[in-house]
Nanobody, 114 residues
Framework: QVQLVESGGGLVQAGGSLRLSCAASGSIFSISAMGWYRRAPGKQRELVAEITSGGSTNYADSVKGRFTISRDNAKNTVYLQMNSLKPEDTAVYYC????????WGQGTQVTVSS
């Protein structure tokens, strides 16, 4: 079994920054992809950013240049540094890791006020 614990969400004014963390524990031998998704009110869940075991990254167009994903393999942790936040970034953010199967975090609320 794999457990994911997310932290770092909260309320911030537009233009501010937040850093999300997601730590994985349990039956982990090798994590391939790690990523962040979000679901805004009334919208479908969408990919925000992902990073492979080799360090390759992929970002949604809406966050390119503002968000940075990184991972610490020794700690089985993935991070999302979010800068220049906008009200449209308001959503519940979920981390996802792939260890043969995909596992999801419980979600953390990010609210950006205008």
């Amino acid at each position: 079994q794999v457990q994911l614990v997310e932290s770092g969400g909260g309320l911030v004014q537009a233009g501010g920054s937040l850093r999300l963390s997601c730590a994985a524990s349990g039956s982990i031998f090798s994590i391939s992809a790690m990523g962040w998704y979000r679901r805004a009110p009334g919208k479908q869940r969408e990919l925000v950013a992902e990073i492979t075991s080799g360090g390759s990254t992929n970002y949604a167009d809406s966050v390119k240049g503002r968000f940075t994903i990184s991972r610490d393999n020794a700690k089985n942790t993935v991070y999302l540094q979010m800068n220049s936040l906008k009200p449209e970034d308001t959503a519940v953010y979920y981390c996802r890791i792939v260890v043969i199967a995909a596992y999801w975090g419980q979600g953390t609320q990010v609210t950006v006020s205008s």
